[in-house]
């Protein structure tokens, strides 16, 4: 009986010490717990609608100190309530991706950050453009085209491929070569642009750029981008504007080659990816699609593809003209001289002058 005592008498004592630390436990992992933010939004809408937020933050132990709301990344304000719902102005909101972001704080100093991403689309649907081919022109197939322009009458064009990669400076008309400048055979040359008296010229996988005197084509900088990829380059007469094959666009401040902001090309359908050679005209990008026969030209304060112009046919011409196998079509120069593009493909052997066509009609670029 005694024994028995002293078992129970035990046994007490256990079950008392394990509610005892239980609850210690308990208490410490919920006090050191996140707050947790349930966000509510729709998933996609169209620009410029105001957007509806839905909002509830639970402290998990302990009480919430303050919480902010933030739209990509921009500070909106402090919540007022912990559970509420919130109508976001569409002045904060771009085409294509956006975030929403909570971050809530206990009294504790324990920090929660909640994201959700919002696609908005474009509200009206792009314009359907033609092309008839106005002349062509001889153009070395041995040049995988990777960036043309335009500048004082000459045509400048970047290839690529390791060993293959140079700067051409041409008399389009009639092929004669004015000058070449060679990239080093560790680089793949990418696209190419003219700005304040300097030839721009990205690189593929290096994350490197090199400039060049335009005058000399001597090298005279280089510098370094974190995308991981560089494809097409053109310029709006300020800033440097960059493709890496995504559905993004940056735009460069040309003298210390910082971003200064970005766009993402969208439609009222649907997102645009693999932008590749780029060219400015009159406040609009043309881009080549990579893989297709399309360009798309695209708003270049929002990112909104307002055409898309189809070549359809065109690769299928400078692969009859050729004697090896073309790659696709890569590569658009605006001739400010006679106001046209003119377009090209890598190995393609021609350089085609083209006109756009709406219902039959020229339009201007």
């Given at each position: ?84 719902n919130e109508t976001l102005s569409k002045d904060l909101f771009r085409l294509g991706k956006n975030s929403v972001r909570v971050e809530a704080q206990k009294d504790n100093g324990k920090t929660g950050i909640t994201r959700k991403d919002l696609v908005l689309f474009a509200s009206n649907a792009p314009e359907s ?122 735009f460069l401040d040309p003298t210390n080659f910082q971003e200064t902001r970005r766009i993402h090309v969208f439609s009222n359908q649907r997102e645009f990816i693999h932008l590749n050679e780029l060219e400015f005209v009159n406040d609009y990008i043309y881009a080549n699609v990579w893989t297709t026969e399309d ?71």
């Amino acid at each position: 009986m005694r024994r028995m005592r002293q078992l129970s008498t035990l046994y007490f004592l256990m079950i008392i010490t394990s509610l005892l630390f239980g609850n210690i436990s308990c208490k410490t992992t919920s006090n050191t717990r996140k707050p947790v933010t349930v966000l509510r939004l729709q998933k996609q809408s169209i620009l410029g609608k105001d957007v509806s937020v839905s909002i509830k933050i639970l402290p998990k132990g302990g009480q919430i100190e303050k919480a902010s709301l933030y739209v990509n990344n921009v500070k909106v304000k402090e919540l007022e309530s912990f559970e509420c719902n919130e109508t976001l102005s569409k002045d904060l909101f771009r085409l294509g991706k956006n975030s929403v972001r909570v971050e809530a704080q206990k009294d504790n100093g324990k920090t929660g950050i909640t994201r959700k991403d919002l696609v908005l689309f474009a509200s009206n649907a792009p314009e359907s453009l033609n092309y008839r081919v106005v002349k062509s022109y001889d153009h070395s197939p041995e040049h995988f085209t990777e960036g043309l322009e335009f500048n004082d009458g000459l045509l400048y064009e970047s290839t690529g491929e390791h060993g293959t990669s140079f700067i051409y400076k041409t008399k389009y008309h009639n092929g004669e070569i004015v000058s070449i400048t060679p990239l080093d055979k560790t680089f793949f040359g990418e696209g190419l642009t003219l700005l304040n008296g300097n030839v721009f010229q990205l690189t593929y996988k290096k994350q490197k750029a090199f400039v060049y005197d335009n005058k000399t084509m001597k090298q005279v900088g280089s510098f370094s981008y974190s995308n991981k990829e560089g494809w097409g380059l053109t310029n709006n007469g300020k800033e440097l504007i960059m493709s890496d094959g995504s559905s993004t666009i940056y735009f460069l401040d040309p003298t210390n080659f910082q971003e200064t902001r970005r766009i993402h090309v969208f439609s009222n359908q649907r997102e645009f990816i693999h932008l590749n050679e780029l060219e400015f005209v009159n406040d609009y990008i043309y881009a080549n699609v990579w893989t297709t026969e399309d360009i798309v030209k695209i708003d270049s304060r929002t990112g909104e593809v307002v055409a898309i112009i189809s070549l359809t046919g065109l690769s299928r011409s400078a692969q009859m003209e050729s004697k090896k196998t073309i790659d696709v079509m890569n590569g658009i120069a605006y001739n400010p001289s006679d106001n046209y593009l003119y377009v090209t493909g890598k190995y393609w052997p021609k350089l085609y002058k083209i006109e756009l066509l709406k219902n039959g009609k020229r339009v201007n670029p």
